[in-house]
């Protein structure tokens, strides 16, 4: 395997790791172990645990954003379609850490370090932050532009519901955790959609 492999690799089990067992569960030597290498070959790749989890952020963080970005500015979608679009994302991501018919596994990297913000550096909480307040913007963008379009419901205001939508965003893993699955969430997204849309 290549160094960029080799370094790809160690982010990817890093991932998995940081997703299902949080900051404190994702160590070198499980690292080592899933690939069949020595602690002192991750050490060289990326010096110590801060420097591979804040690089893992940031892939993850700007792969999340381009993706709900795509969904949230798609000029042929509607506000409907675009909620849909977000749940299908969700969806998506949900499933691959909880097998078909099963739930209850965490499954969001930023929701998982936020628990552990207190074991971060300085500069991985900061990238925590970055990404809430750009969410919070993806989607202001698009419900101004639904706005503008006509397809808010009178009462419905553009810069609460980007609120809300990214609360829901931003919990939506606690929500399938702590509210009986994916079903739950998908729930709450249409039930903002039915508010918030132009009947």
């Known amino acids: 395997m290549s160094e960029t492999d080799t370094r790809q690799a160690i982010k990817d089990i890093a991932l ?30 990326f010096g110590g645990k801060q420097a591979l989890v804040e690089e893992v952020l940031d892939d993850y963080a700007r792969v999340t954003l381009v993706a709900l970005r795509q969904v949230w500015s798609a000029e042929n979608s509607s506000l409907g379609d675009k909620i849909e679009a977000m749940i299908g994302v969700s ?11 099963e739930s209850g596994q965490p499954w969001s990297l930023i929701s998982r370090l936020r628990q552990d913000a207190d074991l971060l550096s300085a500069k991985g909480r900061q990238m925590l932050d970055h990404f809430g307040s750009e969410l919070l913007a993806i989607f202001a963008a ?5 706005a503008e379009r006509g397809e808010l419901a009178p009462n419905a205001q553009p810069g609460d519901a980007a609120l809300i939508l990214a609360a829901i965003a931003d919990n939506a893993a606690p929500i399938t955790l702590t509210e009986g699955g994916f079903e739950r969430l998908e729930t709450i997204y249409r039930g903002l959609k039915r508010m918030i849309e132009k009947s």
């Open 16 to 45: 998995d790791l940081l997703v299902r067992n949080g900051y404190r569960g994702a160590s070198f030597g499980d690292i080592a172990e899933e690939l069949g290498i020595t602690r002192a070959n991750i050490h060289y790749h």
């Open 142 to 146: 698009a419900l101004s532009t639904a």
């Open 91 to 101: 969806r998506k991501r949900f499933q691959h850490f909880n097998a078909a018919g």
